[in-house]
């Protein structure tokens, strides 16, 4: 009972120390899994901001971005591998007597590529789609569930602002993005048939988009991909130095990494925090062992007489105390997974256990019982063998 209660901290703070970590490395894999959903290295290029009267609307009033702004970043920048000009507006969509009102994304043949976005069935559509204009459409696995249900969509004809489009795919899902919207709830369509028959152009200018989405070559060149791109387009809007940027970059992956730090950062804190339990643990396993040492003075004096060494005597406390924190360590071990296990099951947690973290709880369960069991052991060691004989 007595070693029972000695290990009962050592088991509390390896089983908190896995189910903490498991709960940060979760939350890190969420934000990787969102990160991968938005798509690969990816910049969004927005229009900026108009000015009426010293009053000033939002991102996206000005439309100054055109489609052969886009393809002017593709060419011309080193760092760019994929520039796709896009719109963006929202429509009801009628398949027979069901509708639903959803997003329509315009876009070039290159934005499944950009956003890493395989289809779940049927096929993509071509540039001659997008040079024709042609009425065809992709189907996320939202609107294809509220519209068709279990039924297949592909080849279906559906009505978008009463203009009749084929189905001509299904998009694999793609879950929630890191703000929390529902990616699959969209129609993806040729740009030139979302801009004439669906969401309109601009009078001013016909070649104008809301927003250009460009995928850099490789993660390391987001940054340089992002100047590159800022340089380009001021200089192709004629913009003098003194003049503010008509466009905004957003280098999403400076957002995920914020997130993914402070998820490390929680995950860290909430590990130190359990830690604690186990330095408790080890302050308990070197009282008992003090005892212990106190109990057995006249068996240790008894082992001395008879030829026993001192570090005879500190391997024998050492491996004692080694071995009751090892204990409490595989214990405090089925504990961490079976926490880690509840909070996934009915917290709907992320949880992430891998082999690292059990093996460092373990090994640390181990130096916990070497340091807190070095000095009874030692104190056992250098014990006289004649005084010890004599202890009552």
Sequence with gaps: MRSALTILGIVIGVGSVIAMIAVGRGATQRIQDQIRSIGSN???VLSGSSTAGGLRAGSGTLLRLTEEDAAAIQAECPAVDLAVPTVRGTAQIVFGNQNWSTV???GTPDYLAARDWPLASGEPFTPQDQAAATKVALLGQTVAQNLFGDSDPVGQIIRIKKVPFTVLGVLSPKGQSPWGQDQDDLVVVP????KRRVLGVSQANARAVSSIMVRAREAGLQKEAEEQVAALLRQRH???PDQDDDFTVRNLSEVFAAQEASARVMAVLLG????????VGGIGIMNIMLVSVTERTREIGLRMAVGARGRDILLQFLIEAVTLALLGGIIGTGLGLLGSAVLARFGDWAVTV???????????SAGVGIFFGFYPA?????????EALRYE
């Design 238 to 240: 004629r913009l003098q």
């Design 191 to 194: 740009l030139s048939t979302a």
């Design 42 to 44: 990816i910049l969004i």
């Design 354 to 364: 891998d082999a690292s973290a059990l093996l460092l709880a373990f090994l640390f």
């Design 104 to 106: 329509v994304q315009g």
């Design 272 to 279: 130190a925090i359990a830690s604690v339990s186990l330095l």
């Design 378 to 386: 030692k104190r056992a060691a250098e014990l006289n063998p004649i």
